[in-house]
């Protein structure tokens, strides 16, 4: 596939520019609770709302993107859609091909280089799948193209971006581990935040999770997965968590104007999601392929570079 083919490619539709967070913020709240990728798993809902529900004071729960992915059977993409429904959602680049696909945007997924051809032309095919799955759903694809790409949260008057993606694109990797590692990346989110104005930015899409303070006091906070292991021999997603009080309870976490930012596991029952997913998704299907051995195992990734 050439680079920029379907998969590869990043719409234009899906880039808004770091200068739409100085918008007015949407939220006020003590606590913000972000989560996502939670990939069609029903089972982190559960342990995902108890640990939110048991929040005391103003308190948003955001599901920002890619909360569809291997759900193909109709009740249980029923049952995500729903469940998503209760609370503030964005869309990730899933939701928006679902909902309108850009021509030759194929999953949206924007896949950098480091992804092999194999992983983007199964995740092509995985969203095709999926798609015949959402039109079933009455009023499912008109919904998900109602829903936003980002928006701004202010935590006790910190405020937050929040997105599926980047500071600049709903696809974007700019919050991956891989180029906040290098220098040019940590640059570019140094001007991201400077164009933004905002003091965090909670992402997702990349998958593997990031907590990293960048020059000039902005922190960001990539969940990677809610519904998916992130590190090698767990079984846990996380969710990101930023508020006024400490839950006592965090992977790791960093501070930032009086705040705790922190990642929290979503401890979900794996041997029935992975029954479920195999249900869905057989030894040799293309997802089996692309993540069977990331649900039982993790990814090849580990939180202590992230807990220093
Ligand atoms: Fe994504």
Not at 274 to 296: K, M, N, T
């Amino acid at each position: 596939m050439p680079s920029g083919g379907p998969g590869r490619a990043c719409p234009v539709s899906y880039r808004y520019g770091s200068a739409v967070f100085r918008a007015a913020a949407a939220l006020h709240v003590d606590t913000l609770w972000v989560a996502g990728g939670l990939y069609g798993n029903p089972y982190a809902f559960e342990p995902l709302l108890e640990l939110y529900e048991r929040e005391p004071g103003s308190k948003a729960l955001v599901f920002n993107g890619d909360f569809h992915w291997f759900d193909i059977d109709f009740s249980l993409f029923q049952k995500v859609q729903s469940s998503v429904e209760k609370f503030i959602a964005l869309r990730g680049n899933v939701e928006t091909e679902l909902a309108a696909p850009a021509e030759g945007a194929g999953c949206g997924c924007g896949y950098p280089d480091w992804v092999d051809d194999g992983t983007v032309e199964r995740s092509n095919r995985m969203l095709d799948r999926l798609r015949a799955t959402a039109l079933r759903l009455p009023g499912a694809t008109r919904a998900l193209a109602a829903l936003p790409m980002h928006l701004v949260a202010e935590v006790a008057g910190v405020r937050v971006a929040v997105v599926h993606g980047d500071a600049d694109s709903l696809a974007g990797w700019g919050f991956s581990q891989e180029a906040l590692s290098l220098p040019p990346g940590v640059e570019a989110a140094r001007r991201a935040f400077d164009d933004a104005g905002v003091r965090i930015f909670a992402s997702s899409h990349t998958c593997l999770p990031v907590l990293q303070e960048v020059p000039g006091g902005g922190l960001i906070a990539n969940n990677g997965a809610a519904g998916m292991p992130n590190f090698r021999g767990t079984h846990y997603g996380i969710a990101t968590r930023i508020s006024v009080r400490s839950s006592g309870g965090a992977i790791y976490s960093k501070g930032t104007e009086d705040l705790f930012v922190e990642a929290v596991k979503l401890e979900y029952d794996h041997a029935a999601w992975e029954r479920c997913f195999l249900a869905q998704w057989p030894s040799g299907s293309d997802a089996h392929r692309s993540y069977y051995e990331r649900i039982v195992h993790g990814p090849r990734y580990s939180a202590d570079a992230l807990a220093a």
